[in-house]
C-alpha cells in the first residue's frame, strides 16, 4: 500500500506536499509522488517537461531525507483523472490533495479536489 499525493510545484503544492510526506513516514509507508503536466501552444513545452522532472527530483530528495521511500510520476492529461488512475493502478490507501485557491474565497472545495473525493476508491485527504 502507499501514499499518492497529487502536486503541482506552487507553494500550496509544498504544503501539501510536506504533509503527505509526514503521513507517510507515520504510516511507514510509500509516498507515489505525481506532478500533471498541460502542454501549451506557444510554450516551451520541453522546459514544461524539465521543470516537472527537476520538481519531482526535488521532491524525492526530500522524502528520502526524511526516510521516506518515494517514487515520482511525470504525467500528463486531465489532473482528477490521473489522480484516480494513479491511484488505483498503484493500489493507493490514501490520497492527498490540496484545495483550490479559488475555492477558500468561498469556503467549498474546488472542482477537481471535489471529483476525487467523490469517486476515490480510498480515503482522500484534504490539505488548505
Known sequence: MS???ATD????????????IDL???RKTALIVLHIIRSKRGVDNEKIIKDG??????????????????TTMLESGVVYEMILDKAR???AEVIV?????????????????DYIVHNARCTVVLVK
Open 3 to 5: 501514499i499518492l499525493v
Open 9 to 20: 510545484g506552487t507553494p500550496q503544492g509544498e504544503k501539501i506536499v510536506r504533509f503527505a
Open 24 to 26: 507517510a513516514k507515520c
Open 53 to 70: 522532472m527537476l520538481l519531482l527530483e526535488k521532491i524525492k530528495d526530500v522524502a528520502t531525507s526524511y526516510g521516506v521511500t518515494a
Open 89 to 91: 493502478e498503484n493500489n
Open 97 to 113: 490533495v490540496g484545495t483550490s485557491g479559488k475555492s477558500q474565497e468561498t469556503q467549498t472545495v474546488g472542482s477537481t479536489s
